[in-house]
């Protein structure tokens, strides 16, 4: 059984009403979110366009968590300063399409920021290795990024066991966490594949329970609680 205490939420505002963001993201800190995950896209890297850097300025007064910043951009590298200024304190780098993910990581880290690294369903658990001694996280896309509300894809779960054996082995304390169709229906079977923290957008913020409730249901299902 696993301890509720050890899971962790990160509420996705990719799902929130962006004409009510400071309020929704206070109630997700009220309920025990661990951190607030925002997701920017630039139409580039992934075919949608979602926020920058002005959205984290805003929400930067708005709550003392830390605000992960999953960058699904072509040149992450080029951004890094302008959302670390706006308040970042996370960042989480796509493996793929990145040549020199090391000297991105390592600029992350001279920014004082944490650092994670993220790859897509396809991207084998292999191409992470050589990296996992830099980062505080490592995130398993459980969708192909790009939009809130897909289907959790179900062969991501054999992958999740897998880089939970590679971060027991060789940088335990790494974070692994998940993103993409976490569900009260999904949540439990990554929460057993391995995964500790949860990215959740619509299962949070479009949930007709509220985003409190929403929130407990989703640490219960994770203990088998549910
Ligand atoms: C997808 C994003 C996710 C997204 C998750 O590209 O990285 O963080 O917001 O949304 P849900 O929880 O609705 O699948
Ligand atoms: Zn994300």
Do not use: W
């Not at 951004?79 to 308040?87: I, N, P, Q, R, V």
């Amino acid at each position: 059984m696993i301890d509720p205490k050890d899971i962790k939420l990160a509420p996705s505002i990719l799902a929130a009403d962006f004409a009510k963001l400071g309020e929704q993201v206070k109630e997700a800190e009220k309920a025990g979110a661990d951190r607030i995950h925002i997701d920017v896209m630039d139409g580039h890297f992934v075919p949608n366009i979602s926020i920058g850097p002005l959205v984290v300025r805003s929400l930067r007064p708005v709550t003392k968590l830390p605000l992960e910043t999953h960058l699904m951009i072509s040149d992450p590298d080029k951004y890094l300063d302008d959302f670390a200024k706006a308040g970042s304190d996370a960042f989480i780098v796509h493996v793929e399409g990145n040549a020199h993910l090391h000297r991105t990581v390592q600029k992350i880290k001279a920014l004082g920021k944490r650092a994670g690294v993220v790859f897509n369903p396809a991207t084998p658990v292999g191409a992470i290795e050589e990296i996992l001694q830099d980062v505080e996280l490592v995130l398993v896309m459980t969708v192909n990024p790009g939009f809130g509300g897909q289907q959790f894809i179900q062969s991501t779960l054999q992958k999740i066991r897998k880089v939970r054996e590679l971060i027991d082995r060789l940088r335990p304390g790494c974070d692994l966490e998940v993103d993409g169709g976490i569900e009260p229906h999904t949540i439990g079977a990554a929460a057993a594949a391995g995964a500790r923290v949860f990215v959740a957008g619509s299962a949070i913020f479009c949930a007709k329970e509220g985003i409190t409730g929403a929130m407990q249901n989703l640490v219960k299902s994770a203990t088998g609680k549910a």
